[in-house]
């Protein structure tokens, strides 16, 4: 199974401060259709996850621009532009590059 | 708008069964791939099986191989995730999941194995 590693695990941002969290795939994400098969997702306190970014810097219908994702092969990023109060929660990035499918262990993201 | 609707809170005993529903609209149940993941209290998020609606065909991940089945009944676009012998530990928010398409989750359906 394709281990997925999360860094950091927890982060504390200031409301219109930037914030980063690193994914790191055992394998590499990139499928022969040259597609690679990273996703971000964010689970707000008390909701199912939503999906924020799809294929490692798609961004899904809705998703405001201040959240992108970067990266290739096994390293990726999701970068917040500028914090809001709204985007607390947990962050999980997420392969589907084969079966089974795996999460990474989370970002739990708090404002200062 | 697409939707997945999830049945209620089930609570049952270590040993026994259960068997939660998935009912689909605003799509073509038929055309997306269904997904079953979940989420013991405080942890993260563990694949469990997906089914092919159009098909049947399912596939399961290897720790709940022999304990989970995957269903669907397309006339009324609604999928079931069946998980017996259940432990303590099976004790978690169960979601149904379309990865790909309208990217929607379940609200999920809490169950509860305790004696």
């Known amino acids: 199974d394709i281990v997925m590693t999360q860094t950091p695990l927890s982060l504390s941002v200031t409301p219109g401060q930037p914030a980063s969290i690193s994914c790191k795939s055992s394998q590499s994400l990139l499928h022969s259709d040259g597609k690679t098969y990273l996703y971000w997702y964010l689970q707000k306190p008390g909701q199912s996850p939503q999906v924020l970014i799809y294929?490692?810097?798609n961004r899904f219908s809705g998703v405001p621009d201040r959240f992108s994702g970067s990266g290739s092969g096994t390293d990726f990023k999701l970068n917040l532009s500028r914090v809001e109060a709204e985007d607390v929660g947990v962050y999980y990035c997420m392969h589907s590059i084969e079966l089974p499918i795996t999460f990474g262990q989370g970002t739990k993201l708090e404002i200062k | 708008q697409v939707q997945l609707v999830q049945s209620g809170a089930e609570v049952k005993k270590p040993g026994a069964s259960v068997k939660v529903s998935c009912k689909a609209s605003g799509y073509t149940f038929s055309v997306y791939y269904l997904h079953w993941v979940r989420q013991a209290p405080g942890e993260g998020l563990e694949w469990m099986g997906r089914i092919i609606p159009a098909s049947g065909d399912t596939l399961y991940a290897q720790r709940f191989q022999g304990r989970v089945t995957l269903t669907r009944d397309t006339s009324i676009s609604t999928a079931y995730m069946e998980l017996t012998t259940l432990r303590s530990d099976d004790t978690a928010l169960y979601y149904c999941?379309?990865?790909?398409?309208?990217?929607?989750w379940g609200q999920g359906t809490l169950v509860t194995v305790s004696s």
């Open positions: 999941v379309l990865m790909t398409g309208p990217r929607t």
């Open positions: 294929e490692v810097s």
